[in-house]
């Protein structure tokens, strides 16, 4: 479904992603772990096109975004980009709503202008998806008078109203308190159960242990552990893992 | 007092005036109706990447800005005519100069909205898939609208009182033909109705971007 090789990425001098490679097959959940500036967030946003990489591949579906000639990354050209990303769906950790639209109106215009879809089929999805995630009855309100985990959840719906095969989330609760973080996890956890793909960047370790199939564990710009989620975080679980995680959160 | 206590001597003033008022208002209205897009287009060629686009607009702004209205409006008027070998009619080399300076401080103001929207709002636009274009128009322009209408008032403002420069050029606005009938009658009451012909102007403008604001008010950020 998805296959990152040896990707490389610096920002001036720093190297924040030294040779990573991530594979994801359909119908998986990576929840991607790490110490702050481990590099996670770059490597999703590497993968949906919001930085280039330095050199390394990523193909998506079998189809290539970036290939490496010669020791430098080429991009596919800016047609094929925008059909690929189509591809991956992405969930900011600050929501990123459209605050001029309302609720529905967040979900309904990307649709249309993107997938040309009509106003009744792209109005009558939003509202199936924000059914979904428990928001029917904030389809006409704006993205201010809406709490955080509110806005996180229309946030996951907008991702979902494009038809993403990749859900990516970038630490969707880490702006929320405890119990709108639950129910954003709700959400997540449902998604989970209708097999859809995704990777999530989160700091919830009992979320990733039981949610995922897989984790991955990254340090310094690299993969350290990658594995079921049952062995990365169980409790046959390394030294590098008990020091991450602290056992304090077991 | 000649006129302020005699209502028909008033009317009469106001009737000789009301052709400088009314190129007044053609001023005021051409600026605005030239100087908002061309500000915009300005505004993204400034934060274009090339410094091959951007540098020469900084010039522009930097001109603009940096000499008096009054001397573009001479520069407009006589050295380009000069230089190209057409002749300007008045007030249209006003509007002309009117306009490249106003767009100077239209387009600083735009840019200053365009720079103050968050860079989630480009990046949620493109992982969703629309074109640069479509975020443009659709996702960045109408948040800008409504950051920038407090600037965008004052100078609106300012411009009212500005269109009085164009008598420098011997435009007959407003001002020029209050101080016509306030030489050929020696009195000074005629600058006074001219004021308050400016400040009901402002007074107008003040309700429009009033109801502008109220309008966009719909959704805070
Ligand atoms: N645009 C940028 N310019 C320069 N350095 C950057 C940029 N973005 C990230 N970095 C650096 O790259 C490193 C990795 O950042 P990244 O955001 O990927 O970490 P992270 O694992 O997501 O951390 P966190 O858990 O805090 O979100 C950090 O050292 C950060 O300072
Ligand atoms: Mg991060």
Sequence with gaps: MLRANNIRKSFGDTQVLRDVSVN????????????????????????NHLETIDSGSILIGGQAMVTTVDGHAQYASEKALRGLCLKMGMVFQDYNLFPHYSVLKNLVMPQRM???????EAEQYAMELLAKVGLSDKAAQYPCNLSGGQQQRVAIARALAMDPEILCFDEPTSALDPQLTAEVLAVIRQLAVEKRTMIVVTHEMNFARDV?????????GE???????KDVLGSERSEAIRAFAGEASY | ????????????????????FANTLIIFFATLVFSIPLGMVVALLRMNRRRIISAPISLYILVMRGTPLMLQIFAVYFAVPMLLGVNFDRLYATILAFSLNYAAY???????GMLSIPVGQHEASQVLGLTR?????????????????????????????DTSLANVIAVSELFRAAKNEASRTASIEPLFVAGLFYLIMNGVVTLVFGYLNRKLSYYKE
């Design chain 2, 133 to 161: 274009a479509q975020t443009f128009f659709h996702i960045v322009l109408p948040q800008v609208l409504k950051r920038v209408l407090l600037p965008v008032s004052n100078e609106v403002i300012t411009l009212v009182k």
């Design chain 1, 114 to 120: 993107v997938l040309g879809r009509s106003r009744q």
């Design chain 2, 1 to 20: 007092m000649q006129y302020f206590n005699n209502p028909q001597a008033l009317l009469r003033l106001i009737t000789a005036m009301q052709d400088g």
């Design chain 1, 24 to 47: 994801i097959s359909r119908g998986e959940v990576v929840a991607i772990i790490g110490r702050s500036g481990s590099g996670k967030s770059t490597l999703l946003r590497c993968l």
């Design chain 1, 223 to 229: 993969v350290v552990e990658d594995g079921p989620a």
């Design chain 1, 212 to 220: 995922a199939d897989r984790v991955i564990y990254m340090a310094g």
């Design chain 2, 106 to 112: 239209f387009a600083e103001i735009f840019r200053g």
